[in-house]
């Protein structure tokens, strides 16, 4: 079974392999070669990712029936995953362009940065309900969209400062048109918005369900509380401001809530939903919201609790 | 097999004289049926574009050739023109060095402009036209068959036909594609009805675009050019409500001031709600004041962006060439070495068949003498493999030489002075 490091080097090649493309061809049979086998790489780097990853399942759901042992290892490493495949689907999609040196340093970093943390979980005390799961999932789902989103609006605004500049793209730096990166941006901000507000109210419910209330007063609720709302200001600003004209409405908003969502993950992993105890049966009673929702804000900033 | 090539083209001869040579599609046939009534045993193919007049002409043996002032001769009188006045402007070309040329104009890397898609079809619409008439034999199979293998591989392998090099075609493939990821929901518009816009359109059509508008200041003129590609037109009073409702202006007018002033289109923007826009002014003088494109979501291109475009486009095709060049020797190489394999393979035939055909006459002589008659068929049947082992031996030895050097320069010679001692044709 392939171990982290495995895959980290894989998708270390991909990325040197993506550096590389500024100094290949794109077109002709070097270009063809080079793209298959930057496809060869990422798909190996996938695979042994996707192994590892089932790997993990298989441990944390073989302690009892109903309950999932989950470590911060794991949600990066689940984090990580969800951002290569969105790499793997934008290689094949659009592998003219040179999406994967801004999508890449992120599956890196989280990457990495699980490799730091421990795999191991914390017992039979870290295990989460179904509801739990969906909530972890859903606030995953929201900072990968997140930060996909981020590399949409660079990409838009790299290729806008290209074309103001009368540089055409047609070059071995090709970037997506501005409408595509305008577009997948203001779904990565929409997309993040449902997702937040999905794990919000997942989040709410597992404890309703387990504890029969909410502490609504926590900090980290209120930080997550907080990086949602923005997610729906920031989606009803780029609408209003696209209506009226603005093309780089959605970009600002992208590129801003990358920055609030690192800052909320950060803030979040300050307080004690950052989960500095052990999660359990026993104690879930306290904090169970708190510590859920840090788990998977700062599984993409990988902060160990 | 021999070829030989006698043309002009844009390297060495200026376009009135190139005219005077250009052969119709009917003329080419007429031509070429004229050639062969004059050389029977000679196939031929006639080229002929905007940029070129080449007569190519191959047979199996250097006899059966006409000489390359024969060819002159020949296309100036199917002219009605004195070869004397025109005869420095032709090139001339034989073996090697017209299988080299041809490969180079099919990869197009000898045209006017370098990586041009059109010359490929042209020389291959060329060779089928000799075919279907019958003009072309095994040796133009070869060469213009393995033209075309040419012209795709230097395609695959160089990066020769990869940027555009046109304003138009740059314009809109390279710039509005760099904003626009489609354009069948995009609204166009062209002002100006000019020969610029005529060659903007197919380029605009071809990305998708479906909603485009014409408007000019003569309503006729741009009825006829929207006629031409079935599209909109709309007077030049509605030149303003058009800009407003635009995603891409393509501007190409006569008119010698700018027709869109900054402060008349800062109004236009903000009617807008300063929605994105690419003004591809391909007009000279320009029809957008340049200070437009400093606007916020104004990408506003002229001519002379596109051109440095354009420029460095060629550069890039022309960066190519000794790639492509390289591809054209190896294929060269390849094809004559194929036919010097085959040239030998057939001397080998030819030696085998006069000897075996010694062997024949000889055995039916010698069993027919008295004291033979009555041999038995053991013996007849030893005599028989006496004469083959004998033939085999003497053999052996003479074309296991031409074997060996078959890749070789000695092996034009060897095999000449075999085809010569043996009498082999």
Not at chain 1, 214 to 222: A, F, P, T
Not at chain 1, 227 to 237: D, G, R
Not at chain 2, 266 to 285: C, E, F, G, S
């Amino acid at each position: 079974m392939p171990n982290a490091t495995c895959f980290l080097i894989a998708y270390s090649v991909v990325f040197v392999l993506e550096l590389a493309r500024w100094r290949i061809p794109s077109t002709g049979k070097i270009g063809w070669w080079t793209r298959v086998i930057l496809v060869a790489a990422a798909s190996v780097s996938l695979f042994t990712h996707t192994l590892y990853l089932l790997d993990r399942i298989f441990l944390a759901t073989s302690g009892t029936n109903s309950t999932w042992a989950i470590s911060w290892h794991d949600w990066g490493i689940l984090s990580a995953w969800t951002l290569a495949v969105a790499y793997g689907w934008l290689l094949i999609r659009r592998s003219e362009n040179w999406i994967g040196i801004f999508v890449l340093p992120f599956v890196l970093m989280l990457v990495g940065v699980a490799i730091i943390l421990s795999p191991k979980t914390l017992g039979s005390a870290n295990s989460a309900t179904g509801w739990r799961l969906l909530h972890g999932i859903a606030m995953m789902g929201g900072t990968m969209l997140v930060s996909l989103g981020f590399a949409m609006a660079t990409m838009y605004f790299l290729q806008a400062w290209r074309l103001k500049n009368k540089l055409t793209s047609r070059s071995r730096f090709q970037l997506p048109s501005l409408e595509y990166s305008q577009s997948y941006g203001r779904i990565c901000l929409l997309g993040s918005a449902a997702s937040i507000g999905f794990g919000m109210v997942s989040g709410v419910i597992m404890n309703l369900t387990r504890d029969g209330r909410v502490e609504w007063l926590d900090r980290g609720i209120l930080f997550s509380a907080g990086l949602f709302v923005w997610l729906v200001i920031a989606s009803a600003i780029q609408w209003q401001l696209s209506r009226r004209g603005s093309g780089d409405a959605t970009a600002w908003m992208n590129i801003l809530s990358f920055l609030i969502v690192a800052a909320a993950v950060a803030l979040v992993l300050s307080t004690p939903h950052g989960g500095n105890k052990m999660f359990g049966p026993s104690d879930e009673g306290q904090t169970s919201v708190n510590r859920d929702l840090l788990i998977e804000a700062s599984s993409s900033e990988g902060k160990n609790p | 097999m021999k070829l030989r090539m006698i043309g002009c083209s844009h390297h060495t001869t200026p376009v009135e004289i190139r005219e005077k040579f250009s052969f119709t599609e009917q003329q080419v046939e007429g031509a070429l049926n004229l050639l062969r009534d004059q050389y029977s045993d000679c196939e031929s193919v006639l080229l002929s574009t905007c940029n070129r007049v080449e007569l190519y002409v191959g047979a199996s043996t250097e006899v059966d050739l006409p000489t390359t002032s024969q060819l002159i001769q020949f296309v100036t009188d199917f002219h009605q023109l004195a070869p004397q006045a025109y005869e420095e402007h032709f090139a001339r070309l034989d073996g090697e060095d017209a299988i080299e040329h041809l490969f180079s104009v099919s990869s197009s890397i000898d045209s006017l402009v370098v990586g041009e898609s059109q010359i490929a079809s042209q020389v291959h619409e060329a060779y089928e036209q000799a075919v279907k008439q019958g003009f072309a034999g095994p040796a133009m199979h070869a060469v213009f068959q393995h033209a075309n293998r040419v012209a795709k591989r230097v395609g695959h392998e160089t990066e020769i036909h990869t940027r555009r090099i046109s304003v138009p075609s740059v314009a809109v493939s390279e710039m509005a594609r760099d904003v626009f990821e489609r354009f069948d929901d995009k609204k166009v518009l062209v002002i100006g009805s000019g020969e610029m816009g005529r060659e903007t359109l197919p380029y605009l059509m071809n990305e998708g675009a479906k909603s485009i508008t014409i408007v000019n200041r003569s309503l006729e003129n741009a009825q006829k050019l929207a006629e031409e590609f079935g599209v909109r037109s709309e007077p030049w009073d509605r030149l303003d409500a058009n800009v407003i409702s635009a995603d891409l202006i393509v501007s190409t007018t006569g008119a010698t001031e700018p027709i869109i002033t900054e402060s008349r289109f800062r109004k236009l923007q903000t009617a807008r709600n300063n929605r994105m826009l690419v003004i591809l002014d391909l007009a000279v003088p320009r029809d957008f004041e340049a200070s437009i494109g400093r606007l916020p979501y104004v990408y506003l291109y002229s001519v002379d962006d596109l051109q440095v475009v354009c420029n460095r486009n060629r550069t890039f095709r022309e960066q190519q060439l000794p790639k492509a060049k390289r591809i054209i020797k190896e294929e060269v190489e390849r094809i004559v070495s194929d036919w010097k394999i085959r040239a030998s393979g057939d001397t080998i035939r030819a030696l085998r068949d006069r000897a075996a055909e010694i062997r024949t006459s000889e055995l039916s002589r010698l069993f027919g003498k008295q004291a033979l008659q009555n041999a038995s068929p053991e013996v007849q049947q030893e005599i028989e493999h006496a004469f083959d082992r004998l033939v085999n031996k003497i053999l052996h030895q003479p074309l296991q030489s031409i074997r060996d050097v078959s890749q070789n320069e000695q092996r034009d010679s060897l095999v000449s002075a075999l085809r010569w001692l043996f009498k082999i044709r």
